[in-house]
């Protein structure tokens, strides 16, 4: 998607390795905006300071980036930016379970080689190194044709 940052999209099950679940043509247009809102994150947090102008935020999220701005307020004021490090991999899958022609819900069990930054080049708050699985949950809407990020969360069971 950019450097360091990958997308691991199943074609084939691999019940044994615990695979299962594949990239199929219905999930498509939700995996690509779940990847899109991803990107615009990647994107926004590696600027200094975290570019919350950028125009995918009002493109991938329901918000406009609303709920980050919150989030990233004391990562702007100690002016960090997220460093991808030894690399990122998304490895999402849509969930059957709620899953409807208008809403469905992505979890992704991140592979996580990335750090927050102050600009000495430290480690910011809560910044683990190595490559950690880092669980994420995202709800998305279908608005007019396209798919949104209504709410993106920590979600642990996604590594289970």
Known sequence: LMPGLWAYLPTVEDI????????????????E???????????????????????GWAQWYADGGAAYAQVFKSRISEQEIFDRGSGVVL??????????????????????GGVWRKPDGSLG??????????????????VSGHWLATKVANQPDACL
């Open 16 to 31: 044994p390795n615990g695979i299962t679940w594949v990239l199929n043509k219905d999930d498509l247009p939700v995996i």
């Open 33 to 55: 905006a779940y990847l899109m809102a991803r990107l615009v994150f990647f994107r926004a947090t590696s600027q200094r300071p975290i570019d919350l102008a950028d125009p």
């Open 91 to 112: 490895q999402p899958m849509v969930l059957g379970e709620d899953r409807t022609d208008q809403t469905a819900i992505v979890f992704d069990c991140m592979l996580d």
């Open 125 to 142: 708050e809560g910044s683990t190194p190595g490559v950690i699985p880092n669980g994420l949950g995202a709800q998305f809407t279908l």
